[in-house]
């Protein structure tokens, strides 16, 4: 059984540096890919960034591009998100996600993602 357990999070000035971090277990995540995701009060669950796991091929949402950075550490079987130059728009819950999948594609629906962390709170003061 895949689990995702996401830390990292806390309140933070507009401007500031968070990373999160989604610790991985249960599965060799080669064929995987990690998406993270945000949801906000009152609004949908949208599609931050995500990674393929061997190929490290990487896909952000244009609201974050030069901001945020996906990476991941094979070894420690986990993948973080440095988010910078913090805004108060991106005050959310964030989750990290997994899908099991050969191609490159990086997925960005919520629905096509098949396990799910517990979430880490950001919250961007202004």
């Known amino acids: 059984q895949v689990q995702l357990v996401e830390s990292g999070g806390g309140l933070v000035q507009a401007g500031g540096s968070l990373r999160l971090s989604c610790a991985a277990s249960?599965?060799?995540?080669?064929?995987?890919?990690i998406g993270w995701f945000r949801q906000a009060p009152d609004k949908e669950r949208e599609f931050v960034a995500g990674i393929k796991w061997s190929s490290g091929v990487t896909a952000y949402t244009d609201s974050v591009k030069g901001r945020f950075t996906i990476s991941r550490d094979n070894a420690k079987n986990t993948v973080y998100l440095q988010l910078n130059s913090l805004k108060p728009e991106d005050t959310a819950v964030y989750y990290c996600a997994a899908r099991r999948s050969s191609s490159n594609r990086i997925r960005m629906l919520p629905s096509e993602y098949d396990y799910w962390g517990q979430g880490t709170q950001v919250t961007v003061s202004s």
């Open positions: 249960g599965r060799t995540f080669s064929n995987y890919y």
